[in-house]
């Protein structure tokens, strides 16, 4: 049996990798702020799936959150073999809209947990000669969208220039780019997505089953679903400057939290 350890398991895009590997046979570790809400999730995995659940309670934007998450993810004798780097959150409203130390706080979250707990997985992987790592990004990345979008620039070409100084090591690495998901995600942020298109929305569990996927095929990056390839296609060839007016009108009427 392997284990996984899935940071933001307690909603969304976390919730559905922690339900298909539970469902798959994996023993997992959870990660949020919210304890009550992981112990919930635990029991239940736990009770339908009969795999071993843990919980970890820690928040990425903190020292001591990251601290225990390389602790965690590094530890020889509890091996994770997959780490799936999911936590994350947007802020509302447009540059200088939002104080700066939120945007810090995403730095560091969607960045700096990251960066050092996909060193500390890997290094113990590769010593075992096997392992994997899924950062999860956004087709954000793919766009001028301010510190979301770069944050997720970032975890993207970081994950697939990793992938590449690790290739034959037996860890492999891979860049998760959905489009819009439905999830907490929007409403934590306080914002009304409203403006967003029904048909560019996806379901959590497809983007997971479709990430598993790209993973066992050795894919360095996934874009789940036609319509979003097609998309991503479109947005490496469009003038930026038509890109980024494009992109800040989307998805970001804001109402009350
Ligand atoms: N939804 C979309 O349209 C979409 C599209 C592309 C990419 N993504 C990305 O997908 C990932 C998951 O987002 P989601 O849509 O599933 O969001 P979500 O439903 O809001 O879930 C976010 C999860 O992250 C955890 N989390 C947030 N801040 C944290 C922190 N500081 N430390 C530890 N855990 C934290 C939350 O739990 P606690 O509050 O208990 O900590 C929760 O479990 C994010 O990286 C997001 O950027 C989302």
Same mark, same amino acid.
């Given at each position: 049996?392997?284990?996984?350890?899935?940071?933001?398991?307690?909603?969304?895009?976390g919730?559905?990798?922690?339900?298909?590997?539970?469902?798959?046979?994996?023993?997992?570790?959870?990660?949020?702020?919210?304890?009550?809400?992981?112990?919930?999730?635990?029991?239940?995995?736990?009770?339908?799936?009969?795999?071993?659940v843990?919980?970890?309670?820690?928040?990425?934007?903190?020292?001591?959150?990251?601290?225990?998450?390389?602790?965690?993810?590094g530890?020889?004798?509890?091996?994770?073999?997959?780490?799936?780097n999911?936590?994350?959150?947007?802020?509302?409203?447009?540059?200088?809209?939002?104080p700066?130390?939120?945007?810090?706080?995403?730095?560091?979250?969607?960045?700096?947990?990251v960066?050092?707990?996909?060193?500390? /997985? %890997?290094? @113990?992987?590769?010593? &075992? !000669? +096997?392992?994997?790592? =899924?950062?999860?990004?956004?087709?954000? $990345?793919?766009?001028?969208?301010?510190?979301?979008?770069?944050?997720?620039?970032?975890?993207?070409?970081?994950?697939?220039?990793?992938?590449?100084?690790?290739?034959?090591?037996?860890?492999?690495?891979?860049?998760?780019?959905?489009?819009?998901?439905?999830?907490?995600?929007?409403?934590?942020?306080?914002?009304?997505?409203?403006?967003?298109?029904?048909?560019?929305?996806?379901?959590?569990?497809?983007?997971?089953? /479709? %990430?598993? @996927?790209?993973?066992? &095929? !050795? +894919?360095?990056?996934? =874009?789940?679903?036609?319509?979003?390839? $097609?998309?991503?296609?479109?947005?490496?060839?469009?003038?930026?400057?038509?890109?980024?007016?494009?992109?800040?009108?989307?998805?970001?009427?804001?109402?009350?939290?």
């Amino acid at each position: 049996m392997t284990t996984a350890l899935i940071t933001g398991a307690t909603a969304g895009l976390g919730a559905a990798f922690a339900e298909r590997l539970a469902r798959d046979g994996h023993h997992l570790v959870l990660l949020a702020r919210d304890t009550e809400r992981l112990h919930e999730r635990a029991t239940d995995l736990h009770d339908r799936h009969g795999v071993e659940v843990s919980v970890l309670t820690a928040d990425l934007a903190t020292e001591k959150g990251i601290v225990a998450l390389e602790e965690r993810v590094g530890d020889r004798d509890r091996p994770v073999d997959l780490l799936v780097n999911n936590a994350g959150f947007g802020n509302k409203g447009r540059f200088l809209d939002v104080p700066m130390a939120d945007e810090l706080t995403m730095l560091r979250v969607h960045c700096e947990a990251v960066l050092r707990s996909t060193a500390a /997985a %890997a290094e @113990a992987m590769r010593e &075992r !000669g +096997r392992g994997g790592v =899924v950062n999860v990004a956004s087709v954000a $990345a793919f766009l001028p969208r301010g510190t979301y979008g770069a944050s997720k620039a970032w975890i993207t070409q970081f994950t697939q220039g990793v992938a590449a100084d690790l290739a034959g090591s037996g860890v492999r690495l891979m860049a998760l780019c959905p489009g819009f998901v439905r999830t907490e995600f929007h409403q934590r942020a306080g914002m009304d997505a409203g403006n967003v298109p029904g048909w560019m929305w996806l379901d959590a569990g497809r983007v997971v089953d /479709a %990430a598993l @996927a790209d993973l066992a &095929r !050795g +894919r360095t990056l996934s =874009v789940p679903d036609p319509r979003y390839k $097609a998309l991503a296609g479109l947005m490496r060839l469009a003038p930026r400057g038509a890109l980024a007016r494009a992109s800040t009108g989307t998805g970001r009427r804001y109402g009350p939290k």
